[in-house]
């Protein structure tokens, strides 16, 4: 069961992938026990919502990203494996208080929260985002939170509610580079992305600022160092650049354009910490949560630097 969840992870469009993607497979007993506790608490994770993959290994560790507001998002993004056809349900009340309740039980330091983007709500999901938050660190203090927004539709009112919950970490991913932005992220904007990192580095300027990239949709390694530029010129503090896979419907998703290399993955870091980024996290599995809380700590090291 999980052998195949993790082969369907790395679908590329019908190509090949390139022998750096291989990994040694999980302990399957870590992978049944971290799939029971989650299941057990009726919680969604986007390590299977979005067929991340790097399911096997995060969850071996113990690892998980939450994905709040439901199942069911309002666009329909040509690079994610997440569902637009499905009931846009009310958020459920009850989520924050079982998403605290989870983070403490599965003991994590660390914690990321996601969610489907809700252009159907008044506040699009800010303030159940913001009530996460408050649950987590009022029941787990010490623990870290990282939150991965939708963008709001860049509102003011709505940046402004997260930014002051709490949260250690806000992220927001540009995914791609300019010029494909339009074709790649239906009903979003590439202005609007580094006009929401912008306000989130303006109503919060104590917290970490990050947002993510993905290589190979049929960007150049130039415009990605473009993006770097305009990342950076928002406030951004860490980024994350990992390789595009095509969930695999050839109809709606775009295909993978090429496979990066891992010597260019490194040339994409020593780019970013050229430009002052303060964490890169660069590389052919890289997601936007991937070894989240090493880089959380290497920016602040870099931060007290």
Same mark, same amino acid.
């Given at each position: ?17 390139? %022998? ?11 992978? %049944?026990?971290? +799939? ?14 979005? @067929? ?25 993004? +040509? ?48 303030? @159940? ?6 649950? *987590?660190?009022?029941?787990?203090? @010490?623990?870290? &939170?990282? %939150? ?5 539709? !860049? ?5 402004? =509610? ?14 791609? =580079?300019?010029?494909?932005? =339009?074709?790649?992220?239906?009903? !979003? ?6 006009? &929401? ?10 917290? &970490? *600022?990050?947002?993510? *990239? ?26 994350? &650049? ?24 490194? %040339? ?10 303060? !964490? ?6 890289? +997601? ?18």
């Amino acid at each position: 069961m999980e052998n195949s969840r993790l082969k369907s992870a790395f679908l590329s469009g019908g190509r090949s992938l390139p %022998v750096w993607f291989r990994q040694e497979l999980p302990d399957p007993a870590a992978l %049944v026990r971290m +799939r029971t506790l989650l299941r057990d608490t009726g919680l969604r994770t986007v390590c299977t919502g979005a @067929h991340c993959p790097n399911l096997g290994q995060c969850w071996e560790k113990g690892h998980a990203t939450f994905m709040i507001l439901g199942n069911t998002c309002t666009r329909s993004c +040509r690079f994610c494996a997440v569902s637009s056809n499905g009931p846009l349900l009310p958020p459920d009340q009850n989520e924050p208080v079982q998403v605290a309740r989870a983070v403490k039980q599965l003991g994590l330091r660390y914690v990321v929260i996601t969610s489907v983007t809700r252009d159907d709500l008044p506040d699009e999901g800010a303030n @159940h985002f913001a009530r996460v938050v408050g649950n *987590i660190r009022s029941l787990c203090p @010490h623990v870290i &939170v990282e %939150v991965l927004i939708p963008d709001f539709s !860049a509102r003011r009112e709505c940046l402004k =509610v997260v930014a002051e919950s709490g949260v250690h970490v806000i992220g927001h991913n540009i995914e791609t =580079v300019r010029r494909l932005s =339009v074709t790649v992220r239906s009903r !979003a904007d590439h202005e609007r992305s580094l006009q &929401v990192l912008s306000l989130a580095r303006c109503l919060a300027p104590q917290t &970490v *600022i990050k947002s993510g *990239i993905m290589a190979g949709m049929g960007e150049t390694d130039e415009e990605i160092f473009s993006a770097f530029d305009e990342l950076k010129s928002a406030g951004c503090d860490m980024l994350t &650049v990992g390789q595009y896979l095509s969930p695999g419907d050839i109809q709606r998703h775009v295909p993978v354009a090429r496979f990066v290399s891992p010597d260019m993955f490194e %040339v994409y870091r020593q780019e970013g910490l050229k430009r002052g980024f303060r !964490a890169m996290t660069c590389g052919p599995l890289v +997601r936007s949560s991937y070894l989240a809380e090493e880089s959380y700590r290497s920016c602040q090291e870099g931060i007290k630097a």
